[in-house]
């Protein structure tokens, strides 16, 4: 397909599909707090435990990559 390996299209779907699908996931935290009228504590606090499981995926990503340098 268009000269790429199904190996490169899956990396490339699992690279930018799902970091849109993260990005798609603050706008909805943030759209969550903003209809809940949440205010800053309530703000930082959605973001933090929400966005909490997003960054354990980024940090399997950073470590990886760095593992594989070495």
């Known amino acids: 397909m268009g000269g790429f390996t199904e190996e ?3 990396q490339f779907g699992l690279t930018f599909g799902v ?4 990005l ?7 759209q969550l707090a903003r209809e809940s009228k949440a205010g800053r504590f309530g703000t930082f606090v959605l973001l933090l435990v ?17 593992m ?3």
């Open 8 to 10: 490169q299209i899956a």
């Open 19 to 22: 970091g849109a699908f993260m």
């Open 24 to 30: 798609y996931m603050l706008f909805i935290i943030v």
């Open 50 to 66: 929400l966005g909490f499981g997003l960054l354990g995926f980024v940090a399997k990503g950073v470590i990886k990559w760095f």
């Open 68 to 70: 594989a340098g070495v």
